[in-house]
C-alpha cells in the first residue's frame, strides 16, 4: 500500500485505516463473533497482495490509488482474520484472551509502524538522490511480492479442494 501514496499524510490515513479495520476483525474473531475457514481467507489474503501488486506498477488512475485508505481499511479486515485464525491456533486459555489480544495489536502496530516509516523513508531518500534506483526498488519489490502472492493464492486455493 505504501507504494500507492505520494504523501507521508495519506501513508498515515492508509495505515490507520488497515490498523483500524485489522483490530476490529481480530477482536471479532478472537471473541468468537466471526469464524471463517483458515484456507479462503488465506487465499484471499493471498490473492489482495497479488492486486495491491499489480495496482502499485499501473500508471493509470484507479480507485485503488484515489482511494488507498478504503483499500486499506477493506484489506485490514481481510488480514485481520488471517491474524485471527493463527492466534486461535495457539490455544490461548479464555481469561487471558483480552490482554493477548491487547499485546498482539500493539505489537503488529509497532512492527508495521517501524516498517513503513523504515521504506517510506528510504524510498524518499532514494527518489532525491538516485530516481532510477528508487523505480528499479519498486518495480522490482512489486514483481516479487506479486509472484509470491500468486504462488500462495495458488497454493491456498488448491488447498481447500483438499
Given at each position: 500500500?505504501?507504494?500507492?501514496?505520494?504523501?507521508?499524510?495519506?501513508?498515515?490515513?492508509?495505515?490507520?485505516?488497515?490498523?483500524?479495520a485489522?483490530r476490529?476483525?481480530?477482536?471479532?474473531?478472537?471473541?468468537?463473533?466471526?469464524?471463517?475457514?483458515?484456507?479462503?481467507?488465506?487465499?484471499c489474503?493471498?490473492l489482495?497482495?497479488?492486486?495491491?501488486?499489480?495496482?502499485?506498477?499501473?500508471?493509470?488512475?484507479?480507485l485503488?490509488?484515489r482511494?488507498?485508505?478504503?483499500?486499506?481499511f477493506?484489506?485490514?479486515?481481510?488480514?485481520?482474520l488471517?491474524?485471527?485464525?493463527?492466534?486461535?491456533?495457539?490455544?490461548?486459555p479464555?481469561?487471558?484472551v483480552?490482554?493477548?489480544?491487547l499485546?498482539?495489536?500493539?505489537?503488529?502496530?509497532?512492527?508495521?509502524i517501524?516498517?513503513?516509516?523504515?521504506?517510506?523513508?528510504?524510498?524518499?531518500?532514494c527518489?532525491?538522490?538516485?530516481?532510477?534506483?528508487?523505480m528499479?526498488?519498486?518495480?522490482?519489490?512489486?514483481?516479487?511480492?506479486?509472484?509470491?502472492?500468486?504462488?500462495?493464492?495458488?497454493?491456498?486455493?488448491l488447498?481447500?479442494?483438499g
Amino acid at each position: 500500500l505504501l507504494f500507492l501514496v505520494a504523501t507521508i499524510r495519506r501513508l498515515l490515513w492508509v495505515v490507520t485505516a488497515f490498523t483500524l479495520a485489522h483490530r476490529i476483525t481480530l477482536a471479532l474473531a478472537v471473541f468468537g463473533l466471526v469464524q471463517l475457514p483458515s484456507a479462503p481467507v488465506e487465499a484471499c489474503i493471498a490473492l489482495s497482495i497479488v492486486l495491491l501488486a499489480r495496482e502499485a506498477l499501473a500508471t493509470e488512475e484507479t480507485l485503488t490509488r484515489r482511494y488507498p485508505w478504503m483499500v486499506g481499511f477493506g484489506f485490514g479486515l481481510l488480514h485481520g482474520l488471517g491474524f485471527a485464525g493463527a492466534l486461535s491456533e495457539v490455544g490461548l486459555p479464555s481469561d487471558q484472551v483480552p490482554l493477548a489480544l491487547l499485546t498482539f495489536n500493539v505489537g503488529v502496530e509497532l512492527g508495521q509502524i517501524a516498517f513503513v516509516a523504515l521504506v517510506w523513508w528510504g524510498l524518499r531518500w532514494c527518489a532525491a538522490h538516485r530516481p532510477q534506483t528508487e523505480m528499479r526498488i519498486r518495480t522490482v519489490s512489486c514483481y516479487i511480492m506479486g509472484s509470491l502472492a500468486v504462488w500462495w493464492t495458488l497454493e491456498r486455493t488448491l488447498s481447500i479442494g483438499g
